[in-house]
């Protein structure tokens, strides 16, 4: 190799994750596998956002140690620490009571804020996802062609959000794609199939995809039921984790048939489908080109490039 | 002016220390005055360095301070009157540590507050790398450049331990990552990545990491994983070694593989590229600007990935000869006499 091409060998780096992928040797989930067996070892807070456990540990590293350490390799160090400590013990009491204090009051604090932002979850309308279980999760499918045909091509990973039963990830079982999907009977099933889907919330999931590493994604599913702000959030995400040049599918019910289709997880779900018009408008923000808009049977689909 | 002084909180034998000792070789061939001051002076290198009290400063010397933790020296300095320059060789962000070694937040939240401080005391703010660059501009710091570490590539060559050697030969390709350990280096995803390789790749394949760490938690961890990969034989977490053994792990290494996080510069790239490793880096922070193209630099660090790209270099002798080239040639603009020169001018830029 007299000419080193960086770029060519990535380009077959990729080229050979997605074959294995296909293949099987590199199986649906084994990244997440490898995640959760870390996740087991790792302290609680580094692996989510499990507030109660980082009060706990605000509140156990509180308590400011007003005793001096004196121990020390040289005898006569330890007998200096000591009296040191001694003549200094009431000033270094004073402060540390005051930093003590101030801790056991910021914490206190976080925990009625915390005790705030729970009920806040409890009086908005179908914020606990457990409220649709069962419910939906029957994304539109009759502009899955549209979907196809839009993504054909991709060269990289392609990302379904959410995955749902993963019926749309079958359709697309030519690309390098994968899915995300939250609700846990789902990702059972997907996974049962030989479907490589992430348990975890889209947005989660779109927070640690690295800058321009997809080649494309469908969003689907979220985009009915999600609130205002969760669906601007997708949108700025997609601009960021999508490379120059890839391609992005929104699936949606139109608002007009949303609460027809689906009046229960209509009146339980936080947010309702926009309208076609406000995702051209909100990828034309974002920097998306070529925006078309397919509509058919209740259901649209919004294709756009990066 | 005749005199450069440079503060650092603790003189000791290390990436840091070796390099004050060359901006001090090189102010004296500039016909400069020039001290070394620190909090602490380590015993094996006595001499070399004087303690706070000893300076006794002139209004007309220019105080050199290397940022890289908080300390008393920042506040030392920020209290004198003579000209400042600040050398940042960059602080890693205090959230990596407060789950799993929480007595060094402390000091690394208040490293990052005096060089924030510093900014509108300083004459002069230099940068390890661009990376380190752009942090000083975001903190207000007005007039700065980039002049990487002096570091005497000729010290990379180091005896080798040949027992060492020998205990670490006759096993299959062998990963190596040499680095302090800490949960910023990403070790956890190196062994999730050689995990992945060994199911897939080469089931005799080895890892090794190598490097001192003071996160007892984080290394723990690390052992657990490597036993619940049930790769007990297959992982060496080895802790601090001789200079000896560091140069036998590099000899009988087939890849150098980083997955680092966040880093300042990265001298251990520069290390493998001596060796003639083949590299393979996750490019985040300054690493893509350290390693140039004397490696393979990912976009992302997901196992299948790395343990791809790995793979992709381990089984094409060509490419493993065309990244040590390339390597070799990177490594030559790190050589003292290029680096000299740019300090060189940074240095005469405050004196004159």
Same mark, same amino acid.
């Given at each position: 190799?007299?000419?080193?091409?960086?770029?060519?060998?990535?380009?077959e780096i990729?080229?050979?994750?997605r074959?294995?992928?296909?293949?099987?040797d590199f199986?649906p989930?084994?990244?997440?596998?490898l995640?959760l067996?870390?996740?087991?070892f790792?302290?609680?807070?580094?692996?989510?956002d499990?507030?109660?456990?980082?009060?706990?540990a605000?509140?156990?590293t509180?308590?400011?140690?007003?005793?001096?350490p004196t121990?020390?390799?040289l005898?006569?160090?330890?007998?200096?620490?000591r009296?040191?400590?001694?003549?200094?013990?009431?000033?270094?009491r004073?402060?540390t009571?005051q930093?003590?204090?101030?801790?056991g009051?910021?914490?206190?604090?976080?925990r009625?804020?915390g005790r705030?932002?729970e009920?806040?979850?409890?009086?908005?309308a179908?914020?606990?996802?457990?409220?649709?279980a069962?419910?939906g999760?029957?994304?539109?499918?009759?502009?899955?062609?549209v979907v196809v045909?839009h993504l054909?091509?991709?060269?990289?990973?392609?990302?379904?959000a959410e995955?749902?039963?993963?019926?749309l990830?079958?359709?697309?079982?030519?690309?390098?794609?994968y899915?995300?999907?939250?609700?846990?009977?789902?990702?059972e099933?997907?996974?049962?199939?030989?479907?490589d889907v992430?348990?975890d919330?889209?947005?989660d999931?779109?927070?640690?995809?690295?800058?321009?590493?997809?080649?494309?994604?469908?969003?689907v599913?979220i985009?009915?039921?999600?609130?205002?702000?969760?669906q601007v959030?997708?949108?700025?995400?997609?601009a960021?984790?999508?490379?120059?040049?890839?391609r992005?599918a929104?699936v949606?019910?139109?608002?007009?048939?949303?609460g027809?289709?689906?009046?229960i997880?209509?009146?339980?779900?936080p947010?309702?489908?926009?309208?076609?018009?406000?995702?051209?408008?909100?990828?034309g923000q974002?920097?998306?080109v070529d925006?078309?808009?397919?509509?058919?049977?209740?259901?649209y689909v919004?294709?756009a490039?990066? | 002016m005749?005199?450069l002084?440079q503060?650092?909180?603790v003189?000791? %034998?290390g990436?840091?220390?070796?390099?004050?000792?060359?901006?001090?070789?090189?102010c004296?061939?500039?016909g400069?005055?020039?001290?070394?001051?620190?909090e602490e002076?380590?015993?094996v290198?006595h001499?070399r360095?004087?303690t706070l009290?000893?300076f006794?400063g002139r209004?007309?010397?220019v105080?050199l301070?290397?940022?890289? !933790?908080g300390? /008393?020296?920042?506040?030392?300095v920020?209290?004198?009157?003579e000209?400042?320059?600040?050398d940042?060789h960059?602080?890693t962000?205090a959230s990596?540590f407060a789950?799993w070694?929480?007595?060094?937040?402390?000091?690394?939240?208040?490293g990052?507050?005096?060089?924030?401080?510093l900014?509108g005391?300083t004459t002069?703010g230099?940068?390890?790398?661009g990376?380190n660059?752009?942090?000083?501009?975001a903190?207000?710091y007005?007039?700065? $450049?980039?002049?990487? !570490?002096l570091?005497?590539t000729?010290?990379?060559e180091?005896a080798?331990?040949?027992?060492a050697?020998?205990?670490?030969g /006759?096993?299959g390709?062998?990963w190596?990552f040499?680095?302090r350990?800490? %949960?910023h280096k990403g070790?956890?995803d190196?062994?999730k990545a050689f $995990?992945?390789?060994?199911?897939?790749?080469d089931?005799?394949?080895?890892?090794r !990491?190598?490097?001192?760490?003071?996160?007892?938690?984080?290394?723990?961890?690390?052992?657990d994983?490597?036993?619940?990969?049930q790769?007990d034989?297959a992982?060496?977490?080895?802790?601090?070694v001789?200079?000896?053994?560091?140069?036998?792990?590099?000899?009988?290494?087939d890849?150098?593989?980083?997955?680092?996080?966040?880093e300042?510069?990265c001298? %251990?790239?520069?290390?493998?590229m001596?060796?003639?490793?083949p590299?393979?880096?996750?490019g985040s922070?300054?690493v %893509?600007?350290?390693?140039?193209?004397?490696?393979l630099?990912l976009?992302g660090?997901?196992p299948?990935?790395?343990?791809?790209a790995?793979?992709?270099?381990?089984?094409?002798?060509?490419?493993?000869?065309?990244?040590?080239d390339? /390597?070799?040639?990177r490594?030559a603009?790190f050589d003292l006499?290029?680096?000299? $020169?740019?300090?060189?001018a $940074?240095?005469?830029?405050v004196?004159?």
């Amino acid at each position: 190799m007299s000419d080193l091409d960086l770029s060519q060998v990535l380009q077959e780096i990729d080229d050979e994750v997605r074959a294995r992928r296909a293949s099987g040797d590199f199986p649906p989930g084994m990244e997440r596998d490898l995640d959760l067996v870390f996740a087991r070892f790792a302290p609680v807070s580094v692996n989510g956002d499990d507030l109660e456990g980082l009060i706990s540990a605000a509140d156990r590293t509180s308590f400011i140690d007003p005793v001096l350490p004196t121990e020390s390799r040289l005898p006569a160090v330890s007998i200096l620490k000591r009296v040191e400590r001694k003549l200094l013990g009431w000033a270094f009491r004073h402060l540390t009571q005051q930093v003590t204090a101030f801790g056991g009051v910021v914490v206190q604090a976080l925990r009625l804020l915390g005790r705030r932002v729970e009920r806040l979850e409890e009086v908005s309308a179908g914020a606990d996802p457990a409220l649709l279980a069962g419910v939906g999760g029957n994304a539109p499918a009759a502009l899955d062609d549209v979907v196809v045909a839009h993504l054909a091509g991709c060269s990289g990973r392609v990302l379904v959000a959410e995955a749902g039963d993963g019926a749309l990830l079958r359709r697309l079982s030519d690309l390098d794609v994968y899915g995300v999907e939250s609700r846990a009977t789902l990702v059972e099933s997907a996974a049962l199939a030989g479907l490589d889907v992430r348990d975890d919330a889209v947005l989660d999931h779109l927070r640690l995809v690295e800058e321009g590493a997809l080649a494309g994604m469908v969003l689907v599913g979220i985009v009915d039921r999600a609130p205002v702000g969760a669906q601007v959030a997708l949108v700025a995400h997609a601009a960021r984790v999508l490379g120059g040049g890839s391609r992005l599918a929104v699936v949606a019910t139109s608002p007009e048939s949303w609460g027809r289709a689906n009046p229960i997880e209509a009146d339980l779900s936080p947010g309702r489908p926009l309208h076609p018009e406000t995702w051209v408008h909100l990828l034309g923000q974002h920097g998306f080109v070529d925006v078309s808009v397919t509509e058919r049977d209740g259901a649209y689909v919004v294709a756009a490039t990066r | 002016m005749s005199a450069l002084h440079q503060f650092l909180p603790v003189l000791e %034998p290390g990436a840091i220390g070796a390099h004050s000792l060359e901006v001090q070789r090189l102010c004296h061939e500039l016909g400069l005055a020039s001290e070394i001051y620190a909090e602490e002076v380590r015993p094996v290198w006595h001499g070399r360095g004087r303690t706070l009290k000893e300076f006794r400063g002139r209004g007309d010397d220019v105080l050199l301070y290397h940022v890289a !933790i908080g300390s /008393g020296v920042a506040d030392f300095v920020a209290g004198r009157v003579e000209p400042l320059v600040v050398d940042h060789h960059n602080i890693t962000p205090a959230s990596y540590f407060a789950e799993w070694e929480p007595d060094v937040v402390h000091g690394i939240a208040w490293g990052r507050q005096q060089l924030a401080r510093l900014a509108g005391r300083t004459t002069l703010g230099l940068a390890d790398s661009g990376f380190n660059r752009g942090e000083l501009e975001a903190l207000g710091y007005g007039r700065t $450049a980039v002049a990487p !570490i002096l570091l005497d590539t000729s010290t990379f060559e180091r005896a080798v331990d040949e027992a060492a050697l020998e205990r670490l030969g /006759g096993r299959g390709r062998a990963w190596l990552f040499v680095g302090r350990v800490a %949960p910023h280096k990403g070790q956890h995803d190196l062994i999730k990545a050689f $995990a992945a390789y060994r199911r897939v790749y080469d089931g005799d394949a080895v890892l090794r !990491i190598v490097g001192a760490s003071s996160a007892d938690r984080y290394v723990a961890a690390l052992h657990d994983l490597v036993s619940a990969l049930q790769l007990d034989d297959a992982v060496d977490i080895t802790g601090g070694v001789s200079d000896g053994e560091l140069a036998a792990h590099y000899r009988a290494a087939d890849v150098f593989v980083c997955v680092s996080e966040h880093e300042g510069f990265c001298v %251990p790239l520069l290390e493998a590229m001596h060796h003639r490793l083949p590299i393979v880096a996750y490019g985040s922070t300054a690493v %893509p600007e350290t390693l140039g193209a004397g490696g393979l630099c990912l976009p992302g660090k997901s196992p299948t990935t790395v343990a791809a790209a790995v793979d992709r270099v381990l089984r094409d002798p060509a490419l493993q000869r065309a990244l040590a080239d390339a /390597g070799e040639r990177r490594l030559a603009d790190f050589d003292l006499s290029v680096t000299r $020169a740019t300090w060189r001018a $940074a240095i005469e830029s405050v004196v004159a």
